[in-house]
């Protein structure tokens, strides 16, 4: 079974527009790590924002949240007031706290239209 | 500089050559970990350190790869006898404790080595 399922290859957004990139995952380790990554076409992954499975709330950084519903195991990703400079390639990822690799899902390519 | 580096940032290979590829970790990090990313997908683990001990390489498709990390700093991946389906970027990131100490443990990655094998 896929650990991280991303499961819009596309999307398209609105410059100031909110848009919510979907992740759920898959593990019976009851402690976890889940992270957003942004992938320009540079190549370097960037830090978004990290959320771990003990949290009680959800995380924020700046215009990103993230909408973790545990019982779901889903761990969204909210970007608000969309920049052009968003437009990118995003990944997500859960590191088990018994394991050592990041799993990634297969990523969402965000575009910002003007 | 403060980042991982990697080197070199492309590198063309005819099918059957040999390849090294270079990381730089971040001064200081513990945990060093290789990933290949294919076109179209995200990075899948290849092999993890934990100072200069390879703690697992379960992620590594054949013996035809290689990694060591000798003095627990700069690490580098060989690929031997490259085959095409070896095309892929090579990312290497760097994360400043042991993996299990803490699930948040941020990995900060370097730009990534693009292989082409002709």
């Known amino acids: 079974a896929q650990k991280i399922t991303q499961t819009q290859p596309g999307m398209f957004v609105q410059e100031k527009e909110a848009v919510t990139l979907d992740c759920t995952y898959d593990?019976?380790?009851?402690?976890?790590?889940l992270f957003w990554y942004k992938q320009p076409s540079s190549g370097e992954m960037i830090f978004l924002i990290y959320q771990g499975s003990y949290d009680q709330q959800n995380a924020t950084e700046g215009r990103y949240s993230l909408n973790f519903q545990k019982a779901r195991k889903s761990a969204n990703l909210v970007i608000s007031a969309s920049q052009l400079g968003d437009s990118a390639m995003y990944f997500c990822?859960?590191?088990?706290?018994?394991?050592?690799?990041?799993?990634f899902g297969t990523g969402t390519s965000l575009t910002v239209i003007p | 500089g403060a980042g991982v580096s990697q080197s070199p940032r492309y590198k063309v290979a005819k099918r059957g050559q040999d390849v090294a590829l270079r990381c730089d970790p971040i001064?200081?990090?513990?945990?060093l970990f290789w990933y290949q990313q294919a076109l179209g997908q995200g990075p899948e683990f290849l092999t993890y350190f934990q100072n200069e001990a390879q703690l697992d390489k379960s992620g590594l498709p054949s013996d035809r790869f290689f990694a060591e990390r000798p003095e627990g700093s700069v690490s580098t991946l060989k690929i031997q006898r490259t085959q095409q389906e070896d095309s892929a970027v090579y990312l290497c990131a760097s994360s400043l404790f042991a993996s299990g100490i803490q699930s948040y443990n941020e990995q900060f990655f370097g730009p990534g080595t693009r292989l082409t094998v002709l």
């Open positions: 001064s200081g990090h513990v945990s």
């Open positions: 593990t019976s380790d009851p402690s976890y790590g």
């Open positions: 990822a859960m590191r088990e706290n018994t394991g050592n690799q990041f799993y």
